[in-house]
């Protein structure tokens, strides 16, 4: 007898729930399986277009962790390859992103917040730091000088990065084709010039010694933003990598872990660079937070600083040093280097220090070989550092030969040390195949030639034929055989190899950034004293004498 009410009671409240059960399951979308992901992705009208270029085009979907579809298309015939990536909700079937063309092999240029540099991207610091960078050098008595533009043509790669952030590449690449060649064109104009009117003195709108607090800050700025904020890309992690197989004694090249497989193209010198940061913070054979890395970064970044201050002084006074140093710190894309995790600042500093011991031919010899067995770059200025200081007929003096001799010693002896970490586990053969003849090969869509395509392979070789001569040439024409001369050159031909090179990308930027800055800010500086603010100088008394140039 008790049975039955709960029977009734049962069988009255599944009625009641039914309606709302029935109701709540129509509510919820049917699950998206793979042949609806496809369809969704086909109908993505430039994949649309795809497909009736190429009707036998065929798709292919694959689940991914997250609740998405990696829906891929292939194009038909013997030779098929993407050509195609929809990302499709599994859940509300509706496309989250869509790449075809180069976008679909290489997904750095697809955007994706963050992926170099993180919050150094945001407006509010790359802004502030532009600003930082051209306000303290801007004269208002002459807005139309060669400085203003020297500094502008440099923050320009920013406007360029801003539309590589937004996954607009047919902006962003030919803005940076046009200020490569303005600043090799600069650059040229001011090393090859023997003699002329040199540009106006250099007005600093407040007095340099703020810029050496603020460059401080900066300082602290980029390593706390590395620490918390900062990641580290493959360039990076390869750095790490290498050093751990040295630590080991395994071998450098060719054997790469998978994560990494491309890692190992770079100079030996570059993963002995890494070697004491690994030391201290040991490879766990993963990609993880790779505190070597970022602590590398960071050193190789203050050496550059460390450096620029050097050939300030050697030029003037501290008063330069700290206005070169200061410029590296505010120029947004040494601390995009930096907070990626990068290695191109060793090949800068490098350079950097081999510009600042010029008069030491040994010495300069080994920096400019070190900083090309880092990355190979740098190897195209042997020629101009070899016969730096060498003018009026650079083979009739006997002391002209000296110089050449220390200066191939110095640079066979940093030679003889790559060759030493290398080869007792490494062919000749591996080592060319995994660097040089990887590099060659090497394709991007971030520069005018890989963009582009084969439409330009005429003028490429071209841009690179006359890059080659001219980096051997430059070493018997007629220049500027000061320090200030040699940087210009320098940074003309870095900026020629990158301008010639079909990979490119903005972390090369700092590369020639350091010899630019030498030539752009120590000329007007050397022509007068900085100043906090444009005035007229007042006559000096008889009774007292005149200062010294150097002494503001």
């Known amino acids: 007898m ?28 049917a699950p998206v399986d793979a042949a609806r992901a496809e369809k969704v992705a086909a109908a993505v009208p430039k994949v649309a277009e795809i497909k009736r ?16 579809w990696e ?4 194009s038909s015939g013997p030779k098929s390859r993407q050509v195609a990536l929809v990302i499709v909700d599994a859940r509300s079937a509706k496309v989250v992103e869509a790449w075809t063309g180069f976008q679909v092999a290489w997904s750095m240029a697809r955007g994706y917040p963050g992926a170099f540099g993180r919050s ?29 533009l020297d500094l502008l043509l440099l923050l320009g790669f920013g406007v360029a990065l801003a539309f590589f952030n937004d ?49 401080l800050f900066l300082i602290g700025f980029r390593i706390a ?45 570059l993963y002995l660079a890494y070697v004491p940061f690994e030391l201290i913070w040991p490879w766990h054979g993963t990609w993880d937070d790779l505190p070597a890395a970022h602590a590398a970064a960071a050193v190789f970044d203050l050496a550059c600083v460390g450096a620029l201050f ?34 191109d600042a060793l090949p800068a500093a490098l350079v950097l220090f081999a510009l600042a011991l010029h008069a030491r031919p040994m010495a300069r ?48 002896l940093v030679l003889g040390v790559a060759a030493a970490i290398t080869f007792p586990t490494t062919t000749p053969a591996t080592l060319w195949e995994r660097t040089v003849g990887y590099q060659v090969g090497r394709e991007a869509p971030f520069s005018v030639w890989g963009f582009y395509g084969g439409g330009w392979e005429i003028a490429q070789k071209v841009v690179q034929a006359a890059t080659l001569i001219g980096a051997v040439a430059i070493a018997f024409v007629p220049r500027r055989d000061d320090l200030i001369g040699l940087a210009a050159l320098a940074g003309a031909v870095l900026v020629a190899v990158e301008l010639s090179a079909t990979y490119w990308f903005y972390l090369y930027i700092v590369w020639f950034l350091g010899p630019a800055l030498v030539a752009f800010l120590a000329r007007p500086a050397l022509s007068g004293v900085p100043v906090t603010r444009p005035r007229a100088q007042a006559p000096a008394r008889s009774s007292r004498p005149a200062a010294a140039p150097g002494s503001g």
Request: charged share 15%; proline share 7%.
């Open 2 to 29: 008790l049975r039955l009410p709960a029977a009734l009671a049962a069988v009255a409240a599944g009625a009641c729930l039914a309606p709302a059960a029935a109701l709540g399951a129509t509510s919820q979308p």
């Open 53 to 68: 270029e190429d009707p036998d085009a065929t798709f292919s979907a694959r689940r991914k962790p997250g609740g998405r």
């Open 71 to 74: 829906v891929s298309m292939w």
């Open 120 to 148: 150094v991207n945001s407006p509010w610091v790359w802004v502030s730091l532009s600003i930082l960078f051209f306000l303290p050098f801007f004269d208002w008595r002459r807005p139309l000088r060669w400085l203003h």
């Open 167 to 215: 996954a607009n590449l047919g902006i962003s690449v030919p803005i940076c084709g046009f200020l490569l060649a303005a600043l090799l064109a600069r650059l040229l104009a001011i090393g090859l010039r023997r003699r002329g009117r040199e540009p106006p003195p250099l007005k600093l709108l407040f007095p340099w010694q703020w810029l050496l607090f603020i460059g």
């Open 225 to 269: 933003l590395n620490m918390v904020d900062g990641n580290v890309i493959d360039v990076g992690y390869a750095g790490v990598i290498g050093a751990d197989k040295l630590v080991h004694g395994n071998a450098l090249y060719g054997a790469f872990p998978k994560d990494n497989g491309a890692g190992d193209t770079y100079g030996p010198l």
């Open 310 to 343: 050097m050939i300030g002084r050697r030029l003037k006074d501290n008063a330069l040093g700290v206005i070169l140093a200061y410029a590296w710190l505010a120029f947004p894309f040494t601390i995009y280097v930096t907070n990626s995790g990068s290695n």
């Open 365 to 412: 010899g080994a920096l400019s070989m070190a900083a090309g067995m880092a990355k190979f770059a740098p190897l195209a200025l042997l020629p101009l550092m070899a016969t730096h200081g060498m003018r009026d007929g650079w083979l009739l003096r006997s002391t002209r030969w000296k110089r050449l001799a220390l200066f191939a010693l110095g640079a066979l």
